[in-house]
């Protein structure tokens, strides 16, 4: 009996001979492999059972996709981490959608934008991502039935609220279908090999603001060019001499540019939310976030907004973010970006909703959406 305890404290311990372990992934690779040819047969019978002459989309679930995620986390036991296994239960769902047709992503271009790495971070890899100039062209793709969905940056931990993205949606009958939380870092790159030879920086006026005390620091007297997106910075950095730019790592291996200096965001949690914009209202998942377009009867009345909020309170309902944008209505009318925790159908919500509806001039719910997994 202690010898065979013996034994198995080896193997727990990872003291097996080599070609005995690598026996062993051989064989867990091939069921791995089994397993995954499984998987992917059953979620093409759900999706034929679905919609046998429908497109991917039709049978789309992204409630569903963020429960199996959140399950996947809750049982991880490691020693991987709880991002690495939502990365890859994220990508075996995109390739077993992917059998049908895949999903027809908008985002804004060109290729290597951290608005591109929220695409592959929430939908995966399997995924046809369309890289358009602006994000109105986005919205537009969307809207048109070319994209299935679209992913649109909506606010930064360190800057804020990208408020062309609020304004789009006051006039279109769009939906948010999800949200992508990605950890933004910057690099300093171009084809120069030290700062000396900078003589002007293109990036988007995010990422420019999200350097500032570091380039005011480190390049004070170079020029800063605010261009579309990072990517047309990297761009421009390639094609002209003495342009850098600042832009995601991944920008710098598709316009082959050196490094120079990595990780140059002011603060450390520098993060930024996208949005996934599609055509329906979402079921619930069980944790979720709703957004809301809303407009006083009159923004001049003293305590009109508190009015027209008491019912969340009411119903104690948390309110977690709110913006004002001009209504384009008339001169000094308001609407209002509200985010609220759950769903929509939720009892408590819906009771507050329709509190809030009846006190309100304007009056959209935008999306009811799981909340952003890691």
Partial sequence: ????????????????????????????????????????????????????????????????????????????????????????????????????????????????????????????????????????EVFHEVEAGNADFGVVAVENSTEGTITNTLDRFIGSPLHICGEVELRIHHCLMGRMDSLQGIERICAHAQALAQCRS????????????????????????????????????????????????????????????????????????????TTLLVSTRSTTSPGALHRLLEPLATNRISMTRIESRPSRRGKWDYVFFIDVEGHASDPAVARALKGLKARASLFRVIGSYPRSVL
């Fill in 214 to 289: 570091w380039l005011d620091e480190h390049l004070s007297g170079v020029e800063r060019v605010a261009v579309s997106s990072n990517a047309e910075g990297a761009r421009r950095a390639r094609d002209e001499s003495g342009t850098a730019a600042i832009a995601g790592d991944t920008a710098a291996e598709v316009y082959e540019l050196q490094v120079l200096v990595s990780e140059i965001e002011d603060r450390a949690d520098n993060t930024t939310r996208f949005l996934v914009i599609g055509r329906k209202i979402l079921a619930p998942s069980g944790l979720d976030k």
């Fill in 1 to 136: 009996m202690a010898g065979k305890r013996g034994k198995r404290g080896d193997r727990a311990g990872g003291k097996l001979p080599l070609a005995e372990i690598r026996a062993e992934i051989n064989a867990l690779d091939e069921q791995l492999q089994q397993l995954l040819n499984r998987r992917a047969l059953l979620a093409q019978q759900v999706g034929i059972s679905k919609h046998a002459d429908g497109h991917t989309v039709d049978f789309y679930r992204p409630e569903r996709e963020a429960q199996v995620l959140r399950a996947a986390i809750e049982r991880n036991e490691g020693p991987l981490r709880n991002e690495e296994i939502a990365r890859l239960f994220r990508e075996i769902m995109s390739a077993c959608l992917a059998q049908q047709e895949p999903l027809k992503v908008a985002f804004l271009g060109p290729e290597g934008t951290h608005t591109q790495a929220a695409v592959f971070k929430h939908f995966g890899h399997s995924v046809r991502a369309l890289a358009l100039s602006t994000s109105d």
